[in-house]
């Protein structure tokens, strides 16, 4: 089963806007990741943000963490053409060596910047 | 990033033959995953490694069998091919500061 779910599924903006894209989860997390897929590509890892950690920047990404609402935010600034992909969330409930190494990953949001 | 390469980058293949796919890693990266992308199902881990001969099962395993007799390979096996494991196939692994890097991905019909 899916742990972490994006919202909205879709979104359009005209270049130059931000574009906010939300992830919610279930279980306790170590860690959030968000990836990025650009068409027939494969994903692209952004940022990473720790369970311990509440926002994170990287370059015109932003990321917060809200572990007691069990949601994620991804801000894009001024948003590019070129950042017309399908973004991920994913959740990683360890970073130690072994079995629970392993991320899950939600069904992604379409994002389309138009020009 | 680590250097990762799949093969093949697209299969077609008829039901009920086996199937192998193939994941190279170039920087002696300790774990490694097997996932599948389908459309409304997000990306789905069928099975993972974390070490040489240290496997184990994903959320869809059902099917799948790996292999990873050294570090550098991992290989994804469809017993006897169905329909429903026509997809597009991801590889990655996880990099020191525990992001993942991802192949290009294998397409894989099942005629």
């Known amino acids: 089963s899916q742990q972490g779910e994006e919202d909205p599924q879709a979104l359009s903006i005209q270049e130059g806007e931000n574009a906010t894209m939300n992830c919610s989860y279930k279980t306790s997390i170590n860690n959030l990741q968000w990836y990025r897929q650009n068409s027939g590509r494969g994903l692209v890892h952004l940022i990473l943000i720790r369970s311990n950690e509440r926002e994170k920047h990287s370059g015109r990404l932003r990321v917060t963490l809200d572990t007691s609402k069990k949601s994620s935010s991804l801000l894009i600034t001024a948003s590019r053409a070129a950042d017309t992909a399908s973004y991920f969330c994913?959740?990683?409930?360890?970073?130690?060596?072994?079995?629970?190494?392993?991320?899950?990953f939600g069904k992604g949001i379409t994002l389309s910047v138009r020009p | 990033d680590a250097g990762i390469t799949q093969s093949p980058r697209h299969k077609v293949t008829e039901t009920g033959t086996p199937v192998t796919l193939r994941c190279h890693q170039t920087e002696n990266h300790r774990y490694m995953y097997w996932y599948r992308q389908d459309p409304g199902h997000g990306l789905r881990l069928i099975h993972y490694?974390?070490?040489?001969?240290?496997?184990d099962k994903g959320e869809v395993s059902d099917g799948y069998s790996v292999s990873r007799s050294k570090t550098e390979d991992f290989l994804l096996t469809l017993e006897s091919a169905t329909s429903s494991q026509t997809s597009v196939y991801f590889c990655a692994i996880r990099e020191a500061n525990y992001g993942y890097t991802f192949g290009s991905g294998t397409r894989l019909t099942v005629v």
């Open positions: 994913a959740t990683g409930a360890s970073d130690l060596p072994g079995a629970n190494s392993k991320l899950t």
């Open positions: 490694s974390y070490g040489v001969k240290d496997t």
